[in-house]
């Protein structure tokens, strides 16, 4: 994913390019994640035991597909935010 800072869209191009090698970073976030979810697993589990509610599952199931929609849907995006004395563009490839 790149992420561009512009002054302006008609710089052609010109700005701050920052590369994110997703391919690298995304195992390495989901490693932590999983190794936390160890952690945390009997504690959750005795939550569970203790406070048993069917309800908190609506929200992961609706959470995590809207999740993933947003971030698949970044690609492309393009904000622009002019002031009277600056102006940003930020461009999402």
Known sequence: MVVKFCNSESDGGKGVSLWLPLFIIVPIILLIILALLVLALPFLFLYVLFTWDTRWWKYVR???PTF???THAMP?????VEDRQQKL????Q
């Open 62 to 64: 609706r959470g995590v």
């Open 76 to 80: 492309g995006l393009k904000v622009d």
């Open 68 to 70: 993933f929609e947003t």
């Open 89 to 92: 563009y930020i461009d999402i």
